[in-house]
């Protein structure tokens, strides 16, 4: 039995409310088979992008379907319909599992015609695969983790008639169980399904004890694909609107809907319904798949050739033949034009050794965002410098002048596969990845100019801000100076400024109603007094303690809200999916105007951290220990990186601060996203962007934000990261 299956029925015997969740999942994990998981889109290939419903998930209008997107699809929709404007985020996490954010604008919803700004997730697993003769079933949760306006829950098949016309059909409970309901079939189990509590607990807080409870309805419909772009889709709603009738003067007059929706080729679609005999709705998606980059290949260009041995002879700039490379005269020459070669590469040269027939150097990348593009490069620069003699190179990757990894290459590999129709992973295949700590930086071994070193950067910033009630998207646009001095390896001092120029981030005016020491939800002060900021201002020492350990010491202005001391250990091998570390902080919380002063509030926090790489890109992690407003608790993390860098996860963070102390949320969690620029311009580069998306800022389960953690500053020149970008080796 799998880790997985075991984890998902040790649920089903602890909770019970969830029971039938886990027993349905399992009969379909065991039913199904991972070989029929692709099988539903491969017969039905017209619905290669099935159509999405009025709340932001894969079905009919307002009714869900076992439908799913393709695998990693990531889709954004607006809607509005009836004095509602609803905007989702949409994310197949895996062929089977995809989850929902949702953010809705009631107008009129609560007393005094005042606005809902209403904030939801939903999940949903598709549970058995369609065959010939079975329909696809799926189940999901609509708003388990919001305000509960949106809260049902749902069981769902779905079956194509010939290629062009889906049929679904499905049980739904809490609100869609709401018209034309029925006592609760799943009442034969036990009683308390019967019966479904008006819950009044915070928003956010999974209330399990409702779900699949109270009564229940069927649902369906007939998605109908007329043409490659024109869908008809007719549904019977199970949904009666209860919750927007009296507040919004919402009219329920039928339960059946109708909708037209167009594609467009850049995956695009427009929607227009008519729902419940009443109103007009509207509909926009954009659905994109972050494992495909705008541009595939790229547009760089393809950087140095493999010089064969005696071609580089013949380039040997006068040099005798004969001589190893070991005096200094031709030391110093090939170190020069390897240096040369590399700094227009976006690669800088650190260090520069020959030992009799190999060759080890140090490098440092400064351009690309694929790390194996920076060492393939390095490697075949290193054939048209090198004397034929030297057979084997061993490229030492540096990260804060920590050697982090060593990748040897054997040059007469490089001159059999440059050409070969396998030259990527046969590349790979034959490349030895090992530990870098044998390989530390030596004095004698730097090239002229290498420490101390400068690097300063100036540029603008953007920095968005979501869900405030008054206002819910905020922005700040600026000007960034950024700098870092290296004076010798491992020790780092740097720091940011920033000046705002234009936006509205200092306009908001919520103040905070925390119980709890105000180590976030100050933040509003924050942007009201400060002008132009010292961001950071840090020292900071990396070093190795020993085989498969990094160390860090931070002190200073360590993030925007704090300053103090900050130390890290972390244990990684450079092969194997486990990683494990601890970090120390000992901090005091900076004033409003974020320039050197502090206020009274000063903390020690800490976690031990745990890190598993799953393969197929997906990370897991766990932090457990002390956050900023002294409770104890851990968060939790799951991210789904892809080759190309682009990086969507989420997290939750659970604490001894009870759910009502906490206040509106009742536990931290959100998502997050990474998109490389990379990928969106196909020039290489290590810049991007990315939002962690909250749907409301406490203070309970609030983490330091501190600089460079030695985990993802590590992984990336460990395997497997390397072999899933190795293909950018001969770029």
């Known amino acids: 039995m799998s880790r997985f299956s075991g984890a998902v ?4 015997m602890s909770s019970r409310p969830v029971r039938l969740v886990c027993c349905i999942a399992i009969t379909g ?26 709340m932001g998930d894969v079905g009919l209008i307002d009714m869900p379907s076992a439908d799913s997107m393709a695998d990693a699809d990531v889709t954004a929709t607006a809607m509005y319909a009836n004095n509602i404007l609803r905007t989702v985020i949409q994310f197949q996490v895996t062929p089977r599992i995809s989850g929902i954010f949702r953010y809705a604008v009631l107008n009129d919803f609560l007393p005094g015609s005042g606005t809902l700004y209403d904030r939801s997730f939903d999940i949903r697993y598709r549970f058995l695969d369609e065959t010939r003769h079975r ?4 189940i999901g949760l609509r708003d388990f983790g919001g305000t509960g306006v949106y809260g049902s829950e749902y069981i769902v098949a779905t079956k194509g008639v010939g290629d062009r016309l889906r049929v679904s059909a499905g049980i739904g409970w809490g609100r869609l169980g709401s018209y034309g309901g029925f006592s609760n079939p799943l009442g034969i189990l036990a009683d308390g399904f019967k019966t479904r509590a008006t819950s009044g607990n915070n928003a956010g807080e999974l209330d399990f004890g409702e779900w699949f409870r109270g009564d229940a309805a069927f649902f369906g419909g007939v998605e109908w694909r007329a043409t490659d772009r024109f869908t008809f889709k007719f549904e019977y709603s199970s949904d009666a609107y209860d919750r927007e009738a009296d507040p919004m003067g919402f009219t329920h007059k039928s339960p059946f809907n109708a909708a037209v929706s167009y594609r467009f080729d850049n995956g695009i679609d427009l929607s227009a319904a008519y729902l419940y005999g009443s109103e007009i709705g509207v509909m926009l998606n954009y659905t994109f798949n972050p494992k495909t980059p705008r541009i595939p290949d790229g547009i760089d260009d393809g950087g140095p050739s493999v010089v064969p041995r005696d071609v580089a002879a013949a380039r040997s700039w006068g040099l ?39 060759v080890i150097v140090h490098i440092r990348n400064d351009r690309y965002d694929a790390p194996t593009q920076a060492i393939g490069r390095t490697a075949r620069a290193l054939t048209s410098v090198l004397p034929p003699q030297v057979e084997t190179f061993v490229i030492v990757p540096i990260v804060a002048s920590m050697p982090v ?18 030259g990527s992973w046969k590349s790979y295949a034959r490349a030895d990845i090992a530990e870098g700590s044998p390989y530390r930086l030596r004095r004698e071994d730097y090239v002229p100019g290498a420490y101390p070193d400068m690097r300063a950067r100036f540029g603008g910033y953007l920095v968005p801000s979501f869900f405030d009630p008054d206002s819910p998207i905020r922005i700040e646009v600026g000007a960034e100076l950024a700098a870092a001095y290296t004076p010798r390896p491992g020790i780092v001092f740097s720091g940011a400024m920033r000046q705002p120029i234009a936006g509205n981030l200092d306009d908001a005016t919520r103040t905070s109603n925390s119980v709890l020491p105000h180590v976030r939800t100050d933040i509003v002060e924050y942007e009201k007094e400060s002008e132009l900021e010292v961001s950071y201002l840090t020292g900071e020492y990396f070093f190795r303690p ?5 160390g860090r010491v931070s002190v200073g202005m360590l993030e925007r809200m704090y300053g103090g001391i900050s130390a890290e ?14 970090e120390f902080n000992y901090v005091r919380q900076r004033d409003y105007d974020v320039l050197f002063d502090f206020r009274d509030y000063e903390v020690a926090t800490g976690h031990l951290s745990a890190y598993y790489d799953f393969s197929n890109g997906f990370l897991g992690q766990v932090d457990a220990g002390r956050y900023l407003a002294g409770d104890w608790g851990a968060t939790f993390s799951l991210d789904r990186e892809f080759a190309n860098g682009v990086k969507i996860g989420g997290f939750f963070t659970l604490t001894d601060v009870s759910f009502d102390d906490f206040g509106e949320g009742s536990f931290d969690k959100g998502f997050r996203f990474i998109v490389p620029l990379s990928w969106l311009t196909g020039e290489p580069s290590q810049r991007g962007f990315g939002q962690t998306i909250r749907p409301v800022l406490r203070d309970g389960g609030a983490r330091l934000s501190v600089r ?8 990336r020149l460990h395997d497997p990261e390397l072999k899933e970008r190795w293909g950018r080796f001969w770029r």
């Open 9 to 12: 029925i040790t649920e089903c």
């Open 29 to 54: 994990l065991i039913g199904s088979g991972g070989a029929a998981q692709d099988q539903q889109q491969a017969r039905f290939t017209i619905l290669d992008r099935p159509t999405l419903t009025f």
């Open 135 to 138: 329909p696809a079933f799926a």
């Open 320 to 358: 005798d033949l004969s001589d190893d490379g070991a005096s200094p005269a031709s030391r110093a020459s090939m170190q020069a034009r390897l240096a040369q070669q590399l700094e227009a590469e976006g690669v800088i040269l650190k260090s520069f050794r020959i030992e009799g027939s190999r």
């Open 405 to 422: 990894s060593a990748i040897t290459i054997q040059r007469s590999d490089l001159e059999e596969l440059a050409l070969d129709l396998d």
């Open 546 to 550: 020993g085989d498969n350990l990094y």
């Open 569 to 582: 250990v972390l244990w990684k091998p450079v092969e194997g999916p486990l990683a494990l570390g601890g």
């Open 708 to 715: 460079n953690r030695l985990y993802e500053i590590t992984r």
